[in-house]
Structure formats: C-alpha cells, structure tokens
C-alpha cells in the first residue's frame, strides 16, 4: 500500500520545510516539495510530521499498579509492588495494550517491554504482552525479566548476615526459558523483538549475565538491564565486587552498542568512559527517579562523553503514566538546575533526535529507522499545530518539547501501516479496552504491605537512616 502526505512541516538542520512524503508500503520512498500523489493522500497542512519516538525503558504490567504505591525509595517500592503483583495473563495483555496506546499518543512509535513474568505462567506472559503489541501495532522489544536471586539480595547487607529465599528457578532454568521465549517470540519482520533483560546486577548473578551474552550474540539479540538506579545499589556493587558495576559489566561481555542501560544515576566519570567506549546507550527515566528519589542520572556528562542517551517512561507504577512526551520534557529541562553552563543544556530539537535517532540506535535499528531519511520505514507521527497547546505558531519543536501538549498527536504509522488517525487509536477499540480495565479494578487506598514492613527496618539502618524522635 501507498500514501502521500501532503504540506506537512518538517525540521531541517535549522528551521523547517514543507514537504510531501510519499510512503511505499513500509518504507519512507521520497521525501520533496509537490510530490506526484501516489495512493491515499494525507492532508499534513499545519501538522508538523517526525519520526516515531522510542519508549526506552517500561514495565506494562505495573499499569495494575499506578497511582497508588506510597512515596517510597526503589527498595522500598518494589518490596510492596511484589507484595501485590498477583497477575493473570490476560491482565498483562490488557495492560500490554494501555501501555501502547498511552505511547502511540505520546508520539512513540516504539516500546521497550522490561516484562515481569507471572510465576509459574513465564511463556504466557510473554505470549499475552506479543499478542497485544501486535494487535495494536507498536513496534515492540520484549525483555522478559530475569534474574535469580531473591528481592532481599538487593539490599545492601551492612556487614550482617542476612537469610534469603533461594529463587524460584535456577540460573540455568531461566536461561532454558529465554532460549524457548526466543524461539517462539522473536519475529522481527511482524515488530516484535525479543530482547536479553536481566533484571540488574543487584538481583543477577556473572552466570546469568554470561548466559544472556552467549544467548545474545547466537541469536543477535539487543540486551537491556537496570544499572545502578539508586545509591543502595552502588553500595551493593561495592559489597558483591568490590569494585565499579560498570567495570563489571564491561568484563562480563555485557556492554556493547546493542546494550541499553536504564537509569545510570550512580555512575563515576570512570564508568562513563567505559559506556562511551563500549558504546552503550543509556535509557534516561527521570519521572521514576524524581518519584523514587533516585537521584539525578548525570545526562548532560554522558552526552559530552559522546555517549548515546534516550528515553523511557519506565514502568507505570513509579511514573504513574506513560506519556512520553512528559518524560522528554522533564529529561530535558532537569539537568539545568545540575549544570551551570547553560552550553551544555538539551536543546528541544536535540531532545527530539534522542527520543527518535537516540532510541533506534540502542536497539540496533538506526539503519532501519529513527528519522526521517528516504529508505528507511515509515515510523512517524504527524501532530497537528492548530491544537491549542502548540499555539500560537512560534517554534513547533520548541512548543512540543518544552510546552504541555495535550492530544496533540493526530497521526501515527508504524511500518508503513496507521495505527492512529484523527487522535483515536485505530487498531483496537479503546473504549472497550477502558471498560475492561475498569470493572477489574477497585477503588482502594489503604493496603498494607507485609514484605515493606518485613525490610523496612535493615533499609533505613544500611542507608543510614534515623527514626524520628518521639
Ligand atoms: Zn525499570
């Protein structure tokens, strides 16, 4: 199928053109002023057209989730999030979708699924999460999450001997499971991308990270983890290796330039010399780190390194929403009140290629897409500048990065195919999918979390935390 857009508005290296677009089943075939129309038109008259942002970085099922877990640092947090993820897998579908459309509405074209897995149902989880990325039509990297050692080993022990719960599946189990998860999900040429997640180091041995480099490189596969998100972590790396996390990786073979890393808050100047080097890219999630007081990840160093940085939401419950247009705006403007030199600050059309360019290069597509470059596939959003929060007409990008925009995403494709048309979802029925999610939820305000009570009282001792007098 073909289709011509017609007069929309497109940046160039300064300013902007309009422009027609001709797309060739699910490529971008020209790109030039007063095209000869091929199929369909689209009317991009007053819409500003670019390409598909990624959502680097989430968890879809904590949708479940959001909007409720106290303000509590990540430990904490995710000792009451588990206390409570009891999920069937037409849940995760359900979530799976919400997920999509909240990105698709945001301006993504891409999501990064870090999946949780419900016990005992691993491969229909993932089934559920493939089922619902397809149907709606996002382009999709899988990261079943992995790892084997038990929630508790994520503490930093402060010298004591503590007892945990071995994990519920061996190393070797969970790599058998990736490797059947691959075999059965992995289908690239209908969008969805299996990728090698191992939760982080805080919960993962060497083994299951080399299981996850071999596994990549037989399968050329991406590979994505969380590193060193909180100050507790970077004490455990101290306590489990001795030395830098990064380091670490770096020996184990896990850091390449199909590697993306979500967070790096605690990372040294020696450690970012080891992300530029390994060309590594970094998933930048800085609603979850304001949420969860993780600190402030050092962007704007990363960027002057030369390494690659892009964005995430991160999952639903330490967000609480997936709007990816919110997350640019907050990663762009948070690092000028870290660094002074305002030279160095995120410029909106720089934010722009990050969220675009920056993402696709992560997952190893930026030969395949990320911008607007003739050949490449016809990942794009055509937002609508007559909407009233990118008024009045000054700088489009300015406005968008910057700005509050609200509903203003009026088209999206991906490979070539709509996914959104006039601001509504066209692959799935929405309002149905409102419904679902609403007659399986409740109303609630006051649970109690049994696991948070369990290890509250070592957190607040390692960290170094006093108890108020009273
Ligand atoms: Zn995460």
Redesign the pocket.
């Known amino acids: 199928m073909s289709f011509t857009i017609q007069n929309a508005l497109i940046p160039l290296a300064s300013g902007y053109a309009t422009v027609d677009v001709r797309i060739e089943a699910d490529r971008i075939a020209a790109i030039a002023p007063h095209l000869e129309p091929v199929g369909t038109v689209i009317d991009g008259q007053n819409k500003l057209l670019l390409p598909g942002f990624f959502n680097a ?3 879809s099922s904590e949708f479940w989730q959001r909007g409720m877990i106290p303000p509590y640092p990540l430990e904490l947090w995710l000792a009451e999030l588990y206390d409570f993820t009891l999920f069937s897998p037409e849940q995760i579908y359900l979530s799976a979708l919400a997920t999509a459309a909240e990105t698709l509405l945001s301006g993504g074209t891409c999501v990064v699924d ?1 999946l949780v897995l419900i016990p005992g149902q691993e491969e229909e989880t993932i089934a559920a999460a493939a089922r619902a990325y397809e149907e709606i039509g996002i382009r999709a990297f899988i990261g079943p999450l992995i790892q084997d050692a038990s929630l508790t080993e994520s503490i930093p022990s402060g010298g004591k001997l503590l007892e945990h719960q071995p994990y519920a599946r061996t190393t070797q189990e969970t790599l058998s499971l990736m490797e059947r998860a691959i075999d059965r999900f992995h289908r690239p040429e209908a969008g969805i991308h299996l990728m090698l997640a191992p939760t982080g180091m805080q919960l993962c041995s060497d083994a299951l990270f080399e299981g996850c480099v071999t596994l990549s490189d037989r399968y050329q596969l991406c590979c994505h983890t ?1 590193l060193l ?1 909180t100050r507790a972590q970077q004490l455990l790396a101290q306590e489990k290796y001795g030395y830098s996390a990064v380091q670490h990786l770096k020996h184990l073979g896990f850091l390449t330039p199909h590697t993306s890393l ?2 790096c808050v605690w990372l040294d100047d020696a450690d970012i010399e080891i992300l530029s080097e390994t060309r590594s890219t970094v998933v930048h ?1 800085p609603l ?1 780190n304001l949420r969860l007081g993780s600190g402030v990840a050092p962007i704007l160093k990363y960027r002057q390194a030369g390494v690659n940085v892009t964005f ?1 939401c ?2 639903s419950a ?1 967000n609480d929403g997936q709007d990816l247009l919110e997350a640019i705006k907050i990663g762009t403007l948070l690092h000028n009140v870290t660094d002074t030199d305002y030279r160095h600050w995120i410029s909106p059309r720089e934010a722009i290629e990050m969220a675009s360019l920056g993402g696709a290069t992560g997952l190893n597509l930026a030969e395949q897409t990320g911008s607007l470059t003739v050949g490449k596939k016809a990942d794009l959003v055509l937002y609508d500048l007559t909407n009233l929060s990118l008024l009045p007409r000054t700088d489009p990008i300015g406005l968008l990065v910057m700005g509050r925009p609200a509903s203003a995403v009026a088209q999206v494709w991906v490979n070539g195919q709509t996914v959104v048309a006039k601001g509504k979802v066209q692959t799935i029925d929405v309002d149905l999918l409102r419904q679902e999610i609403f007659d399986r939820s409740q109303w609630q305000t006051n649970r109690q979390s049994a696991m948070v009570q369990q290890v509250e009282a070592h957190y607040r001792s390692v960290m170094g935390l006093l108890d108020d007098e009273s």
């Open positions: 970085h989430t968890h870090h969380h998100e979500a967070h999630n979850s995430g991160d999952g330490s």
